[in-house]
């Protein structure tokens, strides 16, 4: 929505609320429309205020900033979403040949494209409906939780994890391998989380999601800047360290980090809940690694 050329002194707050409703990016086109017409309602019930020119120039000036907020916000927006389709496709035609079924077929190749119109939440479940319809009859008849994926084939790509900005494995293999190719030195350290079949068993498999995102938070305050968390696993973080440290000194180091950990809050339901997740690492200097793809036969912790 353009900043509109005049506005009225008596209608200008109105004018405001909806000028703003307007330019928050449409995520969901239904959500933002129900939204919008809500904030119109609701402003129309306001007073009117006449304003001065002084005052009428600060409202388009806040006008103005919501209008440049809406299309950067919209860039950003299709940029992620480019890029998510375009990492979902590539998961999801390596899944069908895992199961040993062509991704170009006649029956696979519409569920894989079609990931390219999903637009509204309800299409989203539209399609996970058509993916798990898919998977039960090519085998994958059991909805695994994560704390029934099996160790070997370890699933890396972290799924809505991601959303919230925690990078996957292959993130952390090409971060070391850019690394080892400048001559850097550091350390590879696995945080493996406690007692997360528990609470999923207790709370459920969002819980903990969240729990593995606060913990990764904690981990990165506590790190250095140049320093990098990873999702690696069911129940394990992965940290590139950039240090020309000793071994004995990093060990001290991410010992006192682990012995500063405290409980954290997650939502569960419409509660929240206080968790402590004890960590436990280990800690491998790069040079145990030939190459960055060696990452992935480090041995994942179990509960």
């Not at 119109?40 to 120039?57: D, V, W």
């Not at 799924?159 to 070391?176: H, M, Y």
């Not at 000793?246 to 950990?261: H, Y």
Request: proline share 4%.
């Amino acid at each position: 929505m353009g900043l509109p050329e005049t506005i009225d002194e008596n209608g200008a707050v109105r004018a405001l609320f909806e000028y703003a409703a307007a330019n928050v990016p449409d995520i969901d086109s239904a959500v933002c429309g129900a939204f919008r017409s809500e904030v119109g309602r609701l402003a129309s019930q306001l007073p009117e205020i006449k304003l001065n020119a002084t005052e009428l120039e600060t409202v388009r000036e806040i006008m103005r900033t919501f209008g440049r907020y809406h299309k950067s916000a919209e860039y950003e927006i299709k940029e992620r979403l480019s890029g998510w389709r375009s990492l979902t496709f590539k998961l999801l035609t390596n899944l069908m040949a895992r199961a040993g079924v062509d991704p170009a077929s006649a029956e696979a190749a519409p569920l894989a494209h079609g990931l390219s119109s999903i637009l509204s939440s309800e299409e989203i479940q539209g399609f996970h409906i058509q993916l798990n319809n898919f998977l039960r009859l090519h085998g994958g008849d059991k909805n695994l939780s994560t704390s029934e994926l099996p160790a070997k084939g370890v699933d890396r790509s972290t799924t809505n994890l991601n959303a919230a900005g925690l990078q996957g494995g292959g993130a952390a293999v090409a971060q070391l391998k850019n690394i080892k190719e400048r001559g850097g030195a550091g350390f590879v350290a696995l945080f493996h989380l406690l007692y997360l079949r528990t609470i999923e068993e207790r709370y459920g498999v969002e819980v903990v999601q969240d729990c593995i995102m606060a913990m990764s938070a904690f981990l990165s305050r506590n790190l250095r800047n140049d320093d990098t968390v990873y999702y690696w696993s069911q129940s394990t973080l992965l940290a590139i360290l950039q240090s020309p440290a000793s071994e004995p000194t990093m060990v001290s180091v991410l010992q006192r980090i682990v012995d500063s950990n405290r409980e954290v809050t997650v939502r569960s339901g419409d509660r929240n809940v206080m968790l402590r997740i004890p960590l436990r690492f280990k800690m491998f200097p790069f040079g145990k690694f030939g190459a960055a793809e060696e990452l992935f036969d480090l041995p994942v912790a179990q509960d």
